[in-house]
C-alpha cells in the first residue's frame, strides 16, 4: 500500500500475555507500514511480559501501576482501587502530554485506565477482541469506545452491534509466508526431512498439562518415528531438556521460548497447541493440522469456546485438559498416521483465515480519526 498517510500519533495499550501482546505489535508494525512517520507509544502493566517484548519489537513503552483482581481474597485485591486510581491519573498525564489523534486498546490490565482515560477526552478509540468470549476489560469499555474490531463472528452477545467490525486477530507477518521454508526449518532445529514433525506449543508462559503429557508419552511418540519441536515455558524447561537428553537427540528439540516461530510452523506436520486466541489465528494462517488442548486456567472457560469454533468446523481435534494425561498422545498418534483427515484439517483451517486483519485494524482506525 503506498504512503498516502499524513503522520498519525497512537496508544496502544494492555497486555500481560502474548496473546495481547503480538496482535498490539502487529498493528504497530501496520501503522508504520501506511505512515512511517507516525509515532507510536505503548502503555502496559509493570512487570508484566510487554515492558520487555515491545521494547524487543522496537516500540517505547511505559508501564502503568496495575494488576488485574485475583478471584481470592488477596493484599493485591485490597490496593485494586488505589491502583485504579493512580492508573488513570498516570494514564491523564501520557494522553495530555504524548496528545494522541486515537487510542487501542488490545485486553489485559492497562487498557482498561488507559481507555478509561482517552475517552474521558474524548480522543477517538478502537478496542480489538481476540477471543470469541470477551475479555472483562474489553467489555466495560464497550459502552466507551467508538469501534471493537473482533475475530469472531456473534459477538453482538458481548458488545453493542453497531460498533462491531469483523476483522480477524493481527498475526506476525512471517507466519503467513512459509511456503518453501520447510528444507530450512528443519535444517534450523536439526531434524530429519523423512520423518513427520510434531509442534508441541503451550502458549507464551508454557502449559503444564501439556508438558506433562508429552513428557509421558515421549518414548512412544519416538517409537513410532515422529520428531518434535516441543516449546516448554520456563518453568517445564529444565525437566524436558533433560528428557531429550536421555534420548540422545532422537528427533527431540526442546525449548524454553521459540523467537523464530515461522520455521517452526513450516517444520510442523502437525501442532498440538492450546487454545488461546493467537495460536488459533497462528494455526489458520500456517494451515497446520492441529490437537487442541483449551487452559481451564482462563476467563469463562474462553479458550473452549475458541477451539470448539474450530471443532464445529472440522478444522481441529480438541482434547479437554482433564483427558489429556490419557487422551494426547493417543490422539496425536492417531492423527499424525491419516493422511486423508491431517489434509482435511489443513483445507478446513485455512478457510477460517483471516490474512488482512492488521491492515483491516488500522484501515477502522485512520477511519476514526478521520
Known amino acids: 500500500m503506498a504512503n498516502t498517510h499524513r503522520p498519525y500519533r497512537i496508544i496502544i495499550s494492555g497486555g500481560g500475555t502474548g496473546g495481547h501482546i503480538y496482535p498490539a505489535?502487529?498493528?504497530?508494525?501496520?501503522i508504520k507500514a501506511v505512515s512511517p512517520a507516525s509515532e507510536i507509544l505503548f502503555v502496559g502493566a509493570q512487570g508484566r511480559m510487554e515492558m520487555t517484548r515491545v521494547p524487543e519489537a522496537g516500540y517505547k513503552i511505559v508501564g502503568l501501576w496495575i494488576s488485574g483482581l485475583q478471584r481470592r481474597l488477596t493484599l493485591d485485591n485490597l490496593s485494586f482501587p488505589l491502583k485504579v486510581i493512580s492508573s488513570v491519573r498516570a494514564s491523564h498525564k501520557i494522553i495530555r502530554e504524548f496528545k494522541p489523534d486515537a487510542v487501542v486498546g488490545v485486553g489485559g490490565y492497562a487498557s482498561g485506565p488507559l481507555l478509561y482515560a482517552a475517552t474521558a477526552r474524548k480522543v477517538p478509540a478502537l478496542i480489538q477482541e481476540q477471543n470469541s468470549y470477551a475479555g472483562i476489560t474489553n467489555k466495560v469499555l464497550a459502552k466507551r469506545v467508538d469501534r471493537i474490531c473482533v475475530a469472531y463472528p456473534n459477538m453482538e452477545a458481548f458488545f453493542p452491534a453497531d460498533k462491531l467490525v469483523l476483522t480477524g486477530n493481527p498475526v506476525r507477518s512471517d507466519i503467513m509466508h512459509l511456503e518453501g521454508k520447510r528444507t530450512e526449518a528443519l535444517q534450523y532445529f536439526n531434524l530429519q526431512p523423512g520423518k513427520k514433525t510434531i509442534?508441541?506449543?503451550?502458549?507464551?508462559?508454557?502449559?503444564?498439562?501439556?508438558n506433562q503429557s508429552i513428557a509421558a508419552g515421549l518414548a512412544q511418540l519416538t517409537e513410532a518415528g515422529y520428531q518434535l519441536i516441543w516449546q516448554t515455558g520456563k518453568a517445564f524447561f529444565p525437566q524436558a531438556q533433560a528428557l531429550e537428553q536421555e534420548l540422545g537427540g532422537q528427533g527431540v528439540r526442546a525449548f524454553d521460548f521459540i523467537k523464530p516461530m515461522e520455521l517452526a510452523y513450516a517444520a510442523a506436520d502437525l501442532v498440538i497447541s492450546r487454545?488461546?486466541?493467537?495460536?488459533?489465528?497462528?494455526?489458520?494462517?500456517?494451515?497446520?493440522?492441529?490437537?487442541?488442548?483449551?487452559?481451564p486456567n482462563v476467563a469463562e472457560d474462553h479458550q473452549t469456546k475458541n477451539a470448539m469454533a474450530l471443532v464445529q468446523q472440522h478444522a481441529a481435534l480438541l482434547v479437554r485438559d482433564v483427558e489429556a494425561m490419557q487422551q494426547l498422545i493417543p490422539t496425536?498418534?492417531?492423527?499424525?498416521?491419516?493422511?486423508a483427515e491431517l489434509k482435511r484439517l489443513s483445507d478446513n483451517i485455512q478457510q477460517m483465515a483471516r490474512p488482512h486483519a492488521a491492515t483491516d485494524i488500522v484501515n477502522e482506525l485512520i477511519k476514526l480519526i478521520k
Not at 505489535?25 to 501496520?30: G, H, K, L, M, S
Not at 496425536?332 to 493422511?339: I, N, P, S, V, W
Request: proline share 4%.
Open 332 to 339: 496425536a498418534l492417531q492423527l499424525a498416521g491419516d493422511e
Open 199 to 210: 509442534l508441541v506449543i503451550g502458549g507464551s508462559l508454557g502449559a503444564r498439562t501439556i
Open 275 to 295: 487454545a488461546g486466541a493467537l495460536s488459533i489465528s497462528e494455526l489458520c494462517l500456517a494451515a497446520k493440522p492441529a490437537v487442541l488442548v483449551p487452559s
Open 25 to 30: 505489535v502487529a498493528i504497530a508494525n501496520q
